[in-house]
Antibody, heavy 118, light 107 residues
Framework: QVQLVQSGPEVKKPGASVKVSCKASGYTFTNYYIHWVRQAPGQGLEWMGIINPSGGSTTYAQKFQGRVTMTRDTSTSTVYMELSSLRSEDTAVYYC???????????WGQGTLVTVSS | DIQLTQSPSFLSASVRDRVTITCRASQDISSYLAWYQQKPGKAPKLLIYAASTLQSGVPSRFSGSGSGTEFTLTISSLQPEDFATYYCQQLNSFPYTFGQGTKLEIK
């Protein structure tokens, strides 16, 4: 069965970076894009960007340009999202989701809580 | 960026009620719209894609309609497990923006 398993919670200080992983299984990794979405406490969903695991191409939301990097490792079917220069407003649950063309996110990871606090 | 505006933001309803949530796009997105349900502490769940196609395994009481700039999600007969927050998302162009959400509460 399709699964996306994310890495565990993180606590970071302002100015630091965080790297969240998302390991895919149960399907052909390179056939589906992965997008990253975050949700601040009590807030809505915010789209961060998308990666094509086949070639590694990425598209990021303008808001995160220069601070976010999405990569993939095809040997382990894992995608990574690194966010740098963290500030308190980056405290959120970060989700990865498999995207099938115009379908949207049909399978989601369990979420990773990133807390930014001094 | 394409803005999505959901209405209402909060909705109070009873079991067996019929409810409709609207999502308006700031520009034409054809039928590239998905609807999600999210419960507290859980990841979103895909309900509808391509504006009106029911995702596999989703109960038939959920339906979607619309194209262009106006879309609706309808739940024909609310069940206790349907009380949650609902989001629309456009997949027409990057960034793939979400609506602000509609919280559906028990009356």
């Amino acid at each position: 069965q399709v699964q996306l398993v994310q890495s565990g919670p993180e606590v970071k200080k302002p100015g630091a970076s965080v790297k969240v992983s998302c390991k895919a299984s149960g399907y052909t990794f390179t056939n589906y894009y992965i997008h990253w979405v975050r949700q601040a406490p009590g807030q809505g969903l915010e789209w961060m960007g998308i990666i094509n695991p086949s070639g590694g191409s990425t598209t990021y939301a303008q808001k995160f340009q220069g601070r976010v990097t999405m990569t993939r490792d095809t040997s382990t079917s894992t995608v990574y999202m690194e966010l740098s220069s963290l500030r308190s407003e980056d405290t959120a649950v970060y989700y990865c989701a498999r995207v099938a063309s115009i379908v949207g996110g049909d399978y989601w990871g369990q979420g990773t809580l990133v807390t930014v606090s001094s | 960026d394409i803005q999505l505006t959901q209405s209402p933001s909060f909705l109070s309803a009873s079991v067996r009620d019929r409810v409709t949530i609207t999502c308006r796009a700031s520009q034409d997105i054809s039928s590239y719209l998905a609807w999600y349900q999210q419960k507290p502490g859980k990841a979103p769940k895909l309900l509808i894609y391509a504006a009106s196609t029911l995702q596999s395994g989703v109960p038939s009481r959920f339906s979607g309609s619309g194209s262009g700039t106006e879309f609706t999600l309808t739940i024909s007969s609310l069940q206790p497990e349907d009380f949650a927050t609902y989001y629309c998302q456009q997949l027409n162009s990057f960034p793939y923006t979400f609506g602000q959400g509609t919280k559906l509460e028990i009356k």
